[in-house]
């Protein structure tokens, strides 16, 4: 975070590190510094050169060797970057020693997350959350933000003499104290959050309606999935992390039924665990849905990479054994590579969707699928409504899927796919059913 410490309040030119310590992690390395050049430039900061730098031995001082360390500061200031942004997670000991030795920003892959976080967050929930997270990776590095850490002066005194009273606390003690109050109040203000957000949880649980959560890697296709099935105007944008906010809306349906589906905030490769932490009444969303659609980007060379760490968040939030739809998303740029796509179905099996979005090829069967989530959810039902019970028939035209309308003498033929939470209310009016206890024949007749 740039105004976290005495340096301009946004940087221009960044040079990019990152380490690695196998060499066998080579590819994998490279593979994340481009995912940080993407996440850096998401900041609107330019990018002068980016550097794998294999490290036999973790230095506990610089990270990298002393050697090394003089050596890149070097090349950042013949490149003229004023920041160097590492894809490894810095000891804030270690950024000290960079900025201090180079006269330099130094930063992690962390605080560059955090920024974008911020950077995104709409709602008072988010910024709480994206606050609380920085607040707690800001807190061992105070120590950059002073350069004066001398003692406050007790106080004068009395008759004129000099002080009676000893120095007071370092300013940054005051400073650490202040932040873990604020830190304090955060996390009360989050736990209102979680208990408003369980009650509307209850309220759509009462209501039996279904709830799904669409998750994935960030800038899959989530929100862009979200707006296709229900219409709506979710902001998706070709960016990291455009989503931070879970946006829920309702999807109707061919079955009748209701739908409620979440859009979650995107995952990241080694994404801080503090993030996810901080993010919990976010992610909640995903650990309380009846299951899950978990949306990739087919075209991507790390799909499967992807994959992997978006399972392994979930195993974390405890939500990875919920039942799951898998969309393979952006067909449309990898429909003409055969290969690609047998490597791609060969790989996922189970309830896998290809499709995309941007033209609509799939959509159909993604919906078959979501019906099929909640085929014992639903009932087809031939039933003899009685005209003076309208209020039935408007129920079912509004909660229900109405195939065909007939009418005989004095009642409505209806037949209809009913949700289990409205078969109660007319079950008695099904035909063939029994009537129970002669009510049915006196409302009939």
């Not at 000290?96 to 955090?114: A, H, M, S």
Request: glycine letters at 6%.
């Amino acid at each position: 975070m740039f105004d976290t410490r005495d340096k301009p309040l946004m940087v221009e030119r960044a040079f990019l590190i990152g380490a690695y310590f196998d060499r066998g992690d080579e590819e994998e390395a490279q593979s994340l510094l481009d995912e940080l050049a993407e996440l850096v430039t998401t900041l609107g900061i330019s990018i002068v050169a980016k550097k794998c730098v294999f490290i036999r031995t973790r230095n506990k001082r610089y990270l990298t060797g002393s050697g090394k360390a003089e050596e890149l500061i070097e090349e950042a200031k013949l490149l003229d970057s004023d920041c160097i942004v590492f894809d490894n997670e810095m000891s804030p000991s270690q950024q000290r020693t960079w900025e201090t030795e180079g006269d330099i920003t130094v930063i992690d892959r962390e605080e560059v997350i955090l920024d974008i976080f911020r950077m995104r967050a709409q709602t008072k929930e988010a910024r709480l959350q994206v606050e609380l997270a920085r607040m707690q990776y800001s807190l061992p590095r105070l120590a950059r933000m002073w350069s004066h850490l001398d003692r406050q002066g007790g106080g004068g005194g009395g008759g004129g003499k000099g002080a009676a009273r000893g120095e007071g606390e370092q300013q940054i003690e005051v400073d650490r104290r202040l932040a873990r109050k604020r830190i304090d109040r955060i996390k009360t203000e989050l736990e209102d959050v979680r208990r408003n957000r369980e009650t509307q949880r209850k309220q759509r649980s009462d209501e039996g309606v279904c709830q799904a959560s669409i998750v994935g890697y960030t800038n899959a296709g989530k929100s862009s999935l979200l707006n296709a099935l229900a219409g709506s105007e979710v902001l998706a944008e070709d960016k990291l992390f455009a989503t931070l906010d879970p946006t829920t809306r309702r999807v109707e349906l061919p079955d009748g039924q209701p739908l409620l589906m979440t859009d979650t905030v995107g995952f990241v490769r080694n994404l801080p665990h503090r993030l996810v932490e901080a993010f919990k009444a976010t992610l909640e969303e995903a650990i309380l849905a009846d299951f899950l659609v978990h949306v990739l980007d087919a075209s991507s060379p790390e799909v499967f990479t992807f994959f992997e760490t978006t399972v392994s968040v979930l195993e974390e939030l405890g939500a990875n054994d919920k039942p799951t739809i898998l969309v393979l998303n952006k067909m449309d740029l990898v429909e003409d590579d055969e290969e690609r796509i047998q490597e791609l179905k060969a790989k996922f099996t189970g309830k896998v969707v290809f499709l995309s979005v941007f033209t609509g090829r799939g959509m159909e069967k993604l919906i078959e699928e979501l019906c099929d989530m909640m085929v014992d959810r639903v009932a087809r039902m031939n039933l003899r409504i009685p005209q003076a019970r309208q209020d039935l028939v408007a129920l079912l035209h509004r909660d229900a899927k109405i195939l065909s309308t007939e009418y005989e003498g004095n009642d409505v033929l209806l037949t209809s796919i009913i949700p289990h939470t409205l078969r109660h209310k007319v079950e008695e009016f099904e035909e063939g059913a029994s009537p129970r206890e002669g009510k049915k024949a006196e409302t009939r007749f």
